[in-house]
């Protein structure tokens, strides 16, 4: 690793407001929230993750900042700033850590983000990749996973499944969404599609001590779910079913809420699939009978 | 890796004031700094900063909050909460998990940190632990490396060299200290020695563009480094000269405020070793000659 990579970044950092003192101290000076503060942290590994021999790494330090922003749109949040943590193999070190960083500067670019510090290692290791989002949120606004009551609507964003083909890497965070969702109805609560929307949903009912009666049918199936489904040996819906990284949000509000927005434009299409009900677990209507589904997915350690 | 370890976690974080919603939702939500927001990051790898053949796991996870602890201090600021990143080998995730939370958790209790959130995922490499740590400090008040002036006054706090016996894994960041300076003196620049007093005392002096002539005799060497030398072949002056991980604070301020100081109680030793002069470089005062003297240390990539 050569230093001179660090001035190198030094350099390609954006001077925002947001950050008073950046890169190069003990620690980084940064302008108080206005409401509370957000904090998250995401990391990516070679191997677990993403492939290294397979995808850019451009795209991995983009994905790396991306899902952290996913995760501030599901709290309703805006983002400000990050702290990059790369754990970087020794060999090639400084090259990785450079197209790494294209991604990283690349959605710091985009979504306004100041990188107001990290920290950067070799080790006998595959490339890892840490992120700490810094935001904030109006007070007592914060969408929680916790507060979904019965007879709320579910929602989801966009559409889902086999985002494996490549859009995993590039995902677009929603954070427009969430913002006009704050501004316009009461989101009771709110997740990130990250695991799989059955998999989230379960949580987000498991949080609130709810269940879920969806239409399996109204579920927004993802072109690219269709596409992997030829090979799979899968159907299209249960790749929208179970399949990780779509980095949509599920959010829950009053029916009312929702009949409103129906006719609304939102920059992002949301989809009614269901309704929230005191009985837990997921449920399918069909024929006026429930059938209960089991949720499936990828079980990631997030804290 | 075992879900119920996070549940098991969930139990173990005591709820503090400073954070509203903490692990188990999309992002955490913390109470908004008073005055300027302070946010640092530091990983410890397995093979690179310890050892897990050789040194507890609980020191590994007490570490690896208390050198970012440290860096806080190095900017006088205060520490509230810290988010937690653990890349876990395949191997035994949960029992090393909940051998470094251990350690995780009592330096939080000790120092009043609320555990915001995190993230954890299991892999092919060695145990890897990063720890984000939030906190503030006043408005316009934080020390940077930037600002020694000719003529101040150059001060360690404890006493230097040797860490590498095994207090490099218990350090003890000097909050106090800082914040007892804070309130008495003018602090003109600050940094923490992790790297060895001459590599971060160069970087000091290099952050400010000036340069430190120093009355060697005067470092404080510790007894650690006294030990080292019996078997390393190095001085116990070499040792406290380049050994890193002292996390000792290195501070300037005016003469002034150092001979006021001179007569106080702060709690942890502070020694006068030099002053800061214009010309660049790091010079031994000897006889009324200056001898250019070369910063040697770990190199350790931080941001």
Chains 1, 2 share one sequence.
Not at 100 to 118: M, P, Q, R, T, W
Not at 168 to 192: F, G, K, N, Y
Request: hydrophobic share 40%; charged share 20%; proline share 4%.
């Amino acid at each position: 690793m050569e230093h001179s990579f660090l001035a190198y970044l030094r350099g390609r950092c954006r001077k925002l407001t947001q950050v008073t003192v950046g890169i190069g101290d003990d620690a980084a000076v940064i302008e108080p929230a206005t409401g509370q503060q957000i904090a998250c942290v995401d990391q990516i590994i070679d191997g677990v993750d993403f492939l290294s021999g397979k995808h850019p790494l451009a795209d991995v330090g983009y994905k790396s900042v991306a899902i952290n922003l996913s995760d501030i749109a599901a709290m309703g949040g805006n983002p400000t700033s990050i702290l990059v943590t790369l754990a970087l193999p020794n060999q090639n070190s400084t090259r990785i850590a450079g197209e790494v960083y294209e991604g990283i500067l690349e959605a710091a670019a985009e979504f306004n983000l100041a990188i107001a510090g990290g920290d950067i290692s070799t080790y006998d290791g595959p490339l890892a990749v840490s992120v700490t989002l810094l935001g904030f949120v109006d007070r007592d606004k914060a969408f929680l996973r916790s507060n979904a009551t019965e007879g709320d609507a579910i929602m989801v964003s966009g559409a889902v499944g086999g985002s494996i083909r490549g859009r995993h890497l590039r995902p677009v965070p929603r954070l427009d969404l969430a913002q006009r969702l704050r501004h316009s109805v009461e989101v009771t609560s709110a997740i990130d599609i990250s695991d799989g929307l059955s998999l989230d949903l379960d949580r987000l009912c498991a949080a609130s001590g709810v269940g879920a009666e969806l239409d399996t049918d109204k579920i927004p199936v993802h072109k690219d779910a269709e596409l992997l489904s030829e090979s799979s040996g899968r159907t299209p819906f249960q790749h929208a079913w179970s399949d990780g990284e779509d980095f949509e949000l599920l959010v829950t509000m009053s029916q009312k809420d929702a009949d409103i927005l129906a006719g609304q434009e939102l920059g992002t299409p949301l989809t009614q699939i269901g309704n929230i009900v005191g009985r837990t677990g997921l449920w399918q209507r069909q024929q006026g009978k429930l059938k209960r589904l089991s949720p499936q997915g990828y079980t990631h350690e997030s804290l």
